[in-house]
């Protein structure tokens, strides 16, 4: 995953690219700015995560994606998947692309089943509508399909409530996959299921990934969980990715001051102080529809200087392959953790300056 610090329109295609989001802004009706101007990539195989608070951005970006969004919802840029951009797809095309070419896991499957009808026959219904294939061919296909999500054949004839929290996301992965989609997005898979099962599911999903060279978009307000499940890491804070990189150096090491804050208040594996020491972040998230002026977190940060209230940051070059979008990075300031913060604040790049 990279994400580009000024968006453009004329990349060219990249090979084994399934998806560039180009600039990517969603707004809803009363002026809701849930997305800004979000760039994203995934290669086949890679798995990328996007973490970020409660109301950043990361469901109605997921849902952007597949153009789930609800009517009102005003969105531009460009999502390209396998280069073809879903935003100006036709309808039909849409539908098909939901399930052969990329396919979404939400938070919840009590609420995304349906109650009345045997899981077996949710998982056949888009092998039946979209791959057009026999009810014999679709239930046979739907019992491989719940075997390799670990569920035994025989559970195609339960009802969503006979099943655990932890079965019923194992058959929403198993309609996900029903369609041999290239890109699954997984918006907080795991956060209603227990540690044990939450293991499982992430280990699963993993697995899913690599042997048949997925692509994988991970949402999860966790940090600690997408480190240890994802390549890449985006952090999201009101509607941007303010800091992206290869997701263990973005947990271990954060460089943009939210990045830095989030992470801290997660305990670290193997480090026992941190368990006992989590820290929170002081403040609340701003209200998307009056964004603070200049750098959007200036009113939580402890290390602004006086021109983030009035100045905005875009994502510039942090470390080799990383980006984060802070006055201080580039500098020795505060949020590259070496010596004093940049008095004058003035360090905004080019690249900054030239992106609108
Ligand atoms: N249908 C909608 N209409 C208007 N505003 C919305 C709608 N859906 C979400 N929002 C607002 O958009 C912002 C982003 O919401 P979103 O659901 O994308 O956040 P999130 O990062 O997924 O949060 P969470 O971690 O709680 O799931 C929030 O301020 C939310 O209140
Ligand atoms: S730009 Fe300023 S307010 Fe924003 S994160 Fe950096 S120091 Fe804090
Ligand atoms: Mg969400």
Same mark, same amino acid.
């Given at each position: 995953m990279s994400t580009p610090t000024t968006p453009t329109t004329e990349h060219p295609p990249t090979a084994g690219r399934l998806l560039d989001v180009r600039n990517l802004d969603v707004t809803y009706a009363g002026g809701v700015a849930a997305v800004r101007g979000v760039n994203l990539t995934v290669d086949a195989g890679q798995k990328v995560g996007i973490a970020g608070e409660s109301g950043c951005g990361k469901s109605t970006l997921a849902l952007a994606l597949l153009r789930l969004l609800p009517a009102g919802a005003r969105v531009s840029g460009e999502i390209l998947l396998d280069g073809e951009d879903v935003l100006t797809m036709k309808w039909g095309r849409v539908r098909a692309v939901r399930w052969a070419g990329a396919s979404i896991v939400f938070q919840g499957a009590m609420h995304s089943l349906n109650a009345v009808h045997r899981v077996g026959d949710q998982i056949a219904e888009p092998i039946l509508l979209h791959r057009k294939a026999t009810a014999a061919g679709a239930r046979k296909r739907t019992g491989e399909l719940l075997e390799q999500v670990g569920l035994p054949a025989a559970r195609a004839s339960a009802y969503p409530h006979e099943l655990s929290g932890g079965q019923r996301q194992r058959v929403m992965i198993a309609m996900a996959l029903a369609c041999d989609p290239r890109l699954v997005v997984a918006d907080e898979p795991t956060t209603a299921l227990d540690v044990m099962i939450q293991a499982q599911i992430l280990r699963l999903i993993q697995q899913l990934v690599s042997e048949q060279e997925l692509g994988l978009v991970m949402i999860s307000h966790d940090l600690a969980v997408l480190s240890d499940t994802c390549d890449r890491l985006a952090v999201m804070y009101a509607g941007r990715v303010v800091e992206e990189g290869p997701a263990r150096q973005v947990y271990e090491d954060a460089r943009h001051p939210y990045g830095q804050a989030l992470s801290a208040a997660f305990p670290r594996i193997g480090d026992a102080g941190s368990r006992f020491a989590p820290r929170g972040l002081p403040g609340d998230p701003p209200d998307p529809s009056a964004l603070p002026s200049g750098c959007a977190f200036h009113p939580r940060c402890a290390v602004a200087l006086a021109s983030c209230a009035t100045q905005d940051q875009f994502l510039r070059p942090a470390a080799p392959d990383r980006r984060a979008a802070c006055v201080h990075v580039g500098t020795a300031g505060p949020a590259d953790s070496a $010596?004093? !913060?940049?008095?004058? $604040?003035? !360090?905004?790049?080019e690249e900054a300056r030239s992106t609108p």
């Open positions: $010596g004093p !913060a940049d008095p004058a $604040g003035a !360090a905004v790049t």
